[in-house]
């Protein structure tokens, strides 16, 4: 048995079985409390039956404990590993989707997501993502009044700001560096989704926040899929506003400035 790098009061381990398999374990850590493990078992599941998306299978998952295959790894995010996540997402995003939201909530990190099935985009992002997460913010003490002001003013207005997407895409929802394993030079497995349907800007404009995937992704991305005129001039910044807010309330006031730089560039 070894250790299993994993966050938000879990502990991780990785166990190998007597015919050499190894299994990746995740448990609540005694006395913390949280989301529970099973909903994330659901995620990983949704995207293993709905997609080719490469996942960890899940082999059982209760609401303290989660197991699942160990995806070993040998290296990090380099231009061929972008191409390659590039046609996988785009492969994602490509399948057409009944409706927004979706049949469940879902959880982004430990943080409830709420996915009532909807037939707009754009009023469903102002509601149950930038607004939901902004509210929830400000209530714990997070967001300061001026700040959320200045969201719900650009929540009044945000039909001048997004677009409609084609149809409903399924979203891994938490398309960040540590959640993408590589091996070989090519990305062996999406971890710890936060699924639901959605515009495929959101994923992407996520995907870029903290450097994640660059030029060769999107090269990739786009050989597949188009992106529409304004996405990284003025969109890709709005959506970030959403993890932006999730990280006010899992790691505090340090990304409070990137949420008011964001305002002031959109106008708000």
């Not at 037939?119 to 967001?143: C, I, N, Q, S, T």
């Not at 997004?162 to 990305?187: A, C, F, M, Q, Y």
Request: charged fraction near 20%.
């Amino acid at each position: 048995m070894g250790p299993l790098s994993v966050g938000f009061g879990l502990e991780g381990a990785v166990v190998t079985l007597a015919d050499g398999r190894q299994l990746a374990v995740k448990a609540r850590a005694r006395g913390a409390c949280g989301s529970s493990l099973t909903l994330e078992a659901y995620m990983l599941g949704e995207l293993e039956r709905l997609s080719d998306l490469p996942v960890p299978h899940v082999h059982y998952a209760n609401d303290d404990l989660l197991v699942m295959d160990y995806i070993a790894t040998d290296g990090g995010i380099t231009r061929s590993v972008e191409r390659h996540a590039g046609a996988l997402i785009a492969g994602l995003h490509a399948a057409k989707r009944a409706r927004f939201g979706y049949a469940r909530d879902t959880l982004i990190g430990p943080l409830h997501q709420p996915n009532p099935e909807s037939d707009r985009w754009v009023p469903f992002f102002r509601d149950y993502r930038l607004l939901h997460m902004a509210r929830a913010a400000h209530d714990e003490g997070l967001l300061p009044a001026s700040l959320l002001a200045r969201i719900v003013h650009l929540a009044e207005r945000i039909e001048q700001h997004l677009i409609e997407p084609e149809h409903p895409s399924l979203l891994h929802g938490d398309l960040w560096t540590g959640n993408v394993l590589v091996r070989g030079g090519k990305v062996a497995a999406f971890v710890d989704p936060a699924i639901y349907c959605g515009h495929p800007e959101i994923e992407l404009a996520f995907a870029t926040l903290f450097g994640t995937f660059g030029a060769d992704f999107f090269a990739s991305y786009q050989e597949r899929l188009k992106l529409q005129p304004g996405f990284f001039e003025e969109r890709r910044d709005i959506y970030n506003l959403y993890p932006r807010l999730v990280h006010v309330r899992l790691f505090g006031s340090g990304y409070l400035a990137g949420i008011a730089a964001t305002l002031r560039k959109v106008g708000h």
